[in-house]
């Protein structure tokens, strides 16, 4: 009977070649998607999150660099491509429904993406949040690989980027079901396509879950968000950044005021210093009669 090899062997063995994250991504994956199951697929047990915590504790606790671990899932991250690519089947069967539902689309996605976008600098901004933190922080919403280029072409961090789109799709495939709910959306069109320009390709796969419509119509949106967002994002950014950066009017009024009164204080300490240094005893008068030695 040959003896099963010791864990820590297969470990150095793997540690040694791409394989190693290659197994990492496959295993964490399979692990995750039990807990979904066993959770009766509720949406707060997502695979993805579960799967990426399971993730960087095992990188952590093995002291593992991310760029290794990447060299092994490189592969699964090629199929992302196929799998994208591959949406347009299920939207190919919906043409029939685009074409009566163009303007409700179009409207929805430019309610969405800037909704998105203005919102996420605006709040950043208000806590202060650095140009180059909101410049990440803008496309969020968009697929990963368009949020990365679109950061990266406006002066934001693409790796930030990336850490905020996977969160954002995260929480949209949690949450969504009860805003919908809250809503009272119950299209599966409407919920599919709102669900794919808000989470992106997370989004989408939880879309498919429920239907593959409704998945059809989450990668609709997210593929025209992406879109939408690259163009939109180096334009929009700037002026946001200008109108942000500007006192509102009531504000300007008041730091006039300000101003005015911090001049007038000024000007009275001058007036009072001046007010205190002694005055010169001597005339003109005085100086010509000492001049003639009177």
Not at 35 to 53: G, S
Request: charge should be positive.
């Amino acid at each position: 009977m040959i003896p099963a090899p010791h864990f820590g062997a297969i470990w150095v063995y793997l540690a040694g070649t791409p394989l190693l994250g290659l197994t990492i991504t496959l295993f964490a994956y399979l692990i995750a998607q039990r807990i979904y199951a066993a959770c009766r697929f509720n949406p707060l047990a997502n695979p993805v999150l579960i799967a990426v915590a399971i993730g960087v504790v095992v990188l952590e606790t093995s002291g593992t660099a991310y760029e290794t671990c990447f060299d092994g899932a490189q592969f699964v991250h090629f199929l992302l491509g196929p799998a994208t690519v591959a949406l347009a089947l299920p939207l190919y069967r919906q043409l029939p429904n685009l074409g009566r539902l163009a303007l409700p689309i179009f409207a929805s996605l430019a309610a969405g993406s800037l909704t998105a976008i203005v919102s996420a600098v605006s709040v950043a901004t208000l806590l202060g949040a650095s140009r180059q933190s909101i410049a990440s922080l803008a496309p969020k919403s968009a697929t990963t690989p368009i949020a990365m280029a679109v950061a990266k072409e406006v002066g934001g961090v693409p790796s930030l980027t990336a850490v905020l789109v996977i969160t954002t799709g995260v929480f949209g495939a949690v949450a969504a079901r009860g805003i919908l709910n809250l809503l009272h959306v119950t299209e599966v069109e409407a919920r599919g396509f709102a669900l794919g320009v808000a989470s992106h390709g997370i989004g989408t796969a939880r879309a498919f879950q429920v239907s593959e419509d409704m998945g059809a119509f989450a990668g609709l949106g997210m593929g025209l968000n992406g879109i939408f967002t690259a163009f939109v994002v180096p334009v929009l950014l700037p002026v946001l950044a200008t109108a942000m950066s500007q006192p509102a009017e009531g504000e300007r009024a008041d730091t006039g005021m300000a101003i005015a009164a911090d001049r007038d204080i000024d000007r009275r300490r001058r007036d009072a210093i001046t007010a205190k240094e002694p005055r010169s005893c001597h005339s003109p008068h005085s100086s010509r009669l000492r001049a003639f030695g009177t």
